[in-house]
C-alpha cells in the first residue's frame, strides 16, 4: 500500500525526473495497470508503482555507487561497471527513506524492476514488463 494520492505521486516525479523520464513514468503506469488487470493483481498499487519505478534514474553514475556502497545495496562487481544498474535498489532504498514507503511488495519490484530476480512475485513481474514494452 502506498499513502499517497496518484496526483502527490505525480507532482513528485514531475519536479525529480527529466520530461523524458516522466513521461515514461507515466506510460509505464498505465502498462502495469493494464497488466494488473489482466493477471487479477491490484491496479491501483501496479499504477502506483509503475509511476515510483525510475524515482532513483537521472542520479548520476558516482552518486548512485556511493549510496548503494553506503547502504549495502550492491549486490554484484557488475553493478559498479554499470553504475545505472544501481537506479532499481537505490530508487527502492530512496521510497522507503525519503517517502515513507513500507510496502515489501512495492520496494522489491522497483529494486527488481531491471534486472528481475529468481522468485519474482507477479507485481514484480508486471512492473518489469511494463518498463519492457514502455
Given at each position: 500500500?502506498?499513502?499517497?494520492?496518484?496526483?502527490?505521486?505525480?507532482?513528485?516525479?514531475?519536479?525529480?525526473?527529466?520530461?523524458?523520464?516522466?513521461?515514461?513514468?507515466?506510460?509505464?503506469?498505465?502498462?502495469?495497470?493494464?497488466?494488473?488487470?489482466?493477471?487479477g493483481e491490484?491496479?491501483?498499487?501496479?499504477?502506483?508503482?509503475?509511476?515510483?519505478?525510475?524515482?532513483?534514474?537521472?542520479?548520476?553514475?558516482?552518486?548512485?555507487?556511493?549510496?548503494a556502497s553506503?547502504?549495502?545495496?550492491?549486490?554484484?562487481?557488475?553493478?559498479?561497471?554499470?553504475?545505472?544498474?544501481?537506479?532499481?535498489?537505490?530508487?527502492?532504498?530512496?521510497?522507503?527513506?525519503?517517502?515513507?514507503?513500507?510496502?515489501?511488495?512495492?520496494?522489491?519490484?522497483?529494486?527488481?524492476?531491471?534486472?528481475?530476480?529468481?522468485?519474482?512475485?507477479?507485481?514484480?513481474?508486471?512492473?518489469?514488463?511494463?518498463?519492457?514494452?514502455?
Open positions: 500500500m502506498i499513502n499517497m494520492t496518484d496526483n502527490e505521486i505525480i507532482s513528485i516525479l514531475e519536479n525529480r525526473l527529466s520530461e523524458h523520464r516522466f513521461q515514461h513514468s507515466l506510460a509505464v503506469a498505465q502498462a502495469a495497470r493494464e497488466l494488473a488487470q489482466i493477471f491490484d491496479t491501483e498499487l501496479a499504477y502506483k508503482t509503475g509511476l515510483l519505478h525510475d524515482y532513483a534514474k537521472g542520479i548520476p553514475a558516482p552518486d548512485l555507487i556511493a549510496i553506503e547502504h549495502g545495496l550492491i549486490e554484484d562487481e557488475i553493478e559498479k561497471k554499470v553504475p545505472d544498474l544501481l537506479h532499481a535498489p537505490v530508487g527502492a532504498w530512496q521510497l522507503q527513506t525519503e517517502l515513507g514507503i513500507e510496502d515489501p511488495a512495492v520496494l522489491e519490484a522497483v529494486k527488481v524492476h531491471t534486472m528481475g530476480s529468481l522468485d519474482m512475485s507477479k507485481l514484480d513481474k508486471i512492473i518489469f514488463l511494463a518498463d519492457m514494452v514502455e
